[in-house]
């Protein structure tokens, strides 16, 4: 967190945090009285749509597990210790510490939790009904609510929710049919990225193919191709998630359909030709996109228009999610979908935001 007045003028700003807030809208910071002022002059203009996002802070931080509260109480990285999890497996890259201890490496093949914790095998009733919370999530997999597997689990069941929201326009798949979705930017869902298999639970019988397409694709995994057939598996020594499978083909897997990844490096709109050369997506994903942010996003929405294909989008906070939509709008000439509040968001707030806006990954989620 900075003064939201740093660098608009030349007087330094006071040494130390910035603790004086806008007392009309709380979103934003200041070193000093005087840079407060001197903000005004911007600031002015998006206070009062600052004020209307603070007002749904409530229901944005409105969960139903045990553990937010010590989540709020603690931080991140100590409930994860509590948790027996920090800075292991999937889990550390949900540390804003793992940066000081890269040499710290532990299997992302598991859950580090019980059986009890996790859903390390196949759900025990078949989904009867899209899911349409995380309350009913748990549920159907059993899962007790002091469970955290919702803070990686957010990156599937958003997808998966993304996809309910197409289909409630038109159809994209049906048991035994196929499915292609474009995940464009991935970051820490590379390090995560088994967590997915959780999509062969909620789309049983579906064939699902998924490109992950980004500049966070590291070098070295350019091309990889992952066969999913299993789940995460858990800490029981005797639980049958440890039925051993070979990850690097299709066979002995217990899932109905197939599911597949394709990891490519860089930017979408460049590599376009080369990943539809055989089959077009049926939904294009973008995961906390940043539009507003970064300008190579420009010839990628150009692309999407002209496809006409289905895509979907979510950012950390409400602005950056109003800011993506008025660039959607630009490119599509009238206004996009509405911008609403992903009930898949993750339950970990994001630490160290530069606005006090509520700040979640997947927190908002919006189309084209």
Request: include cysteine; glycine fraction near 6%.
């Amino acid at each position: 967190m900075e003064c939201a007045a740093k660098g608009i003028e030349l007087t330094p700003c006071e040494p130390g945090p910035p603790t004086r807030r806008c007392g009309l809208c709380g979103a934003v910071s200041y070193c000093s009285t005087s840079h407060q002022r001197l903000h005004w002059e911007y600031h002015k203009e998006e206070c009062g749509r600052f004020q209307e996002q603070m007002r749904k802070a409530p229901l944005i931080s409105d969960f139903p597990f045990t553990f937010s509260d010590q989540l709020s109480f603690q931080g991140n990285c100590a409930f994860l210790e509590s948790m027996g999890l920090h800075l292991k497996g999937m889990w550390k890259f949900e540390c804003s510490c793992r940066f000081k201890f890269p040499s710290v490496d532990h299997s992302s093949d598991s859950w580090w939790l019980p059986s009890l914790l996790c859903p390390c095998t196949d759900p025990e009733t078949p989904l009867k009904n899209p899911i349409k919370s995380w309350k009913e999530y748990y549920e159907w997999r059993r899962l007790p609510l002091h469970s955290p597997v919702a803070v990686l689990l957010h990156w599937p069941l958003t997808v998966y929710h993304s996809i309910q929201l197409c289909l409630s326009r038109s159809p994209l798949s049906e048991a035994g049919k196929s499915l292609h979705i474009h995940y464009l930017g991935p970051e820490r869902e590379i390090s995560q990225i088994l967590v997915f298999s959780e999509l062969a639970a909620l789309l049983p019988g579906v064939n699902i193919h998924i490109e992950f397409v980004g500049p966070a694709v590291p070098f070295s995994r350019d091309g990889e191709t992952r066969y999913f057939n299993k789940y995460a598996h858990c800490l029981d020594v005797d639980c049958s998630c440890k039925s051993s499978y070979d990850n690097s083909s299709q066979n002995s897997s217990s899932f109905k359909g197939t599911l597949t990844l394709k990891l490519r490096k860089g930017l979408y709109h460049d590599l376009y030709s080369d990943i539809t050369m055989d089959t077009k997506p049926d939904i294009i994903v973008a995961p906390n996109a940043g539009i507003a942010a970064y300008s190579t996003w420009l010839p990628t929405l150009e692309l999407i228009k002209g496809m006409g294909v289905p895509a979907v989008f979510t950012d950390y906070c409400e602005e950056a999610a109003y800011l993506a939509s008025l660039c959607i709008g630009s490119v599509l000439g009238h206004t996009p979908e509405p911008i609403q509040v992903n009930t898949f968001r993750q339950p970990m707030p994001v630490e160290e935001t530069a606005l006090n806006l509520p700040c979640y990954s997947n927190c908002f989620i919006f189309g084209m």
